[in-house]
């Protein structure tokens, strides 16, 4: 559920005019896509699971989409001058502290679904998450340390130079010095990926078992999804909230020692969005 809510903020996470539009236009299929893959959907459940992400997208055009352009608007407002971290933080933050409205809401399709899974897709869906688990700990768990540093920081220079042009060499060692200071940890990480999938198997099984009336079923799915975004863990939320925290005052540092036309350069992508967005909003 995670990823489908994701592809449903592609429009701000994503560059390219065509790639933003196409990817939303198509996150009802991608996202079926993706289920399919994970619980190995039916010929019965089908239909009703398109017809959910079709509705669930229609909410989100409708709702959410005009709150990307307000957002889009805040960052073109701040992309000419220099940024305080306060500044970044306090947009970043609000970005993020929407993705539990987007659980929210998708909590009657996931119950419709959850309510139809058998035996044999629940086993599937375990073995499914067990395996992404594998490779993703075999990217970034086992690799050595200097060369897992190395992959994060091209991954986020490749992320920078889309958005504003090529970094020059002081800009790269900023972004170095950074990664070497991030609170980032991959252990942390790796718990709460499987924290995360216990609690999803825990929860579709003890859900098989007992049956609940719809009401019921829909609180406890919508419960998971919360559980999905906001960790119960203490120590994992205060983890994520270090990381948010580092991450928007490196993004409003980076921004400080970036050129007139890098500046423009993001600014006509942040401009770009805005239309795509819009376009999107008109569809």
Request: proline share 4%; with cysteine.
């Amino acid at each position: 559920m995670r990823m489908i809510l994701l592809l449903l903020w592609m429009p701000l996470v994503l560059g390219g005019c065509s790639m933003v539009k196409t990817v939303y236009n198509s996150s009802p299929d991608l996202a079926y896509w993706w289920i399919d893959r994970f619980v190995d959907v039916s010929a019965e459940q089908r239909p009703v699971l398109i017809d959910d992400l079709q509705a669930y997208q229609q909410w989100h055009r409708t709702t959410q989409l005009p709150r990307y352009t307000q957002w889009l608007q805040q960052l073109q407002s701040m992309a000419l001058q220099d940024v305080s971290e306060e500044q970044a933080c306090k947009v970043f933050r609000e970005i993020w502290e929407s993705l539990p409205t987007l659980a929210e809401n998708a909590d009657g399709g996931t119950a419709r679904l959850v309510s139809s899974l058998s035996v044999e897709q629940l086993e599937h869906l375990r073995n499914k998450l067990e395996r992404q688990h594998r490779d993703w700990r075999r990217d970034w768990v086992e690799p050595e340390a200097a060369d897992l540093l190395k992959k994060r920081i091209q991954r986020t220079r490749d992320r920078a130079e889309d958005f504003y042009g090529r970094l020059d060499a002081p800009q790269q060692r900023l972004l170095r010095q950074q990664a070497e200071r991030s609170p980032y940890d991959a252990a942390v990480g790796e718990a709460m990926r499987l924290r995360r999938q216990e609690d999803i198997m825990t929860t579709l099984r003890g859900l098989q078992q007992q049956r609940p009336a719809p009401e019921e079923l829909r609180r406890q799915v919508r419960a998971l999804l919360q559980r999905s975004v906001i960790s119960p863990v203490p120590a994992h939320q205060a983890y994520v909230d270090r990381l948010i925290d580092f991450n928007c005052r490196a993004m409003a540092q980076m921004h400080n020692i970036t050129s007139t036309e890098q500046r423009q350069a993001a600014l006509k992508r942040l401009q770009k969005y805005e239309r795509d967005v819009r376009l999107l909003m008109a569809r």
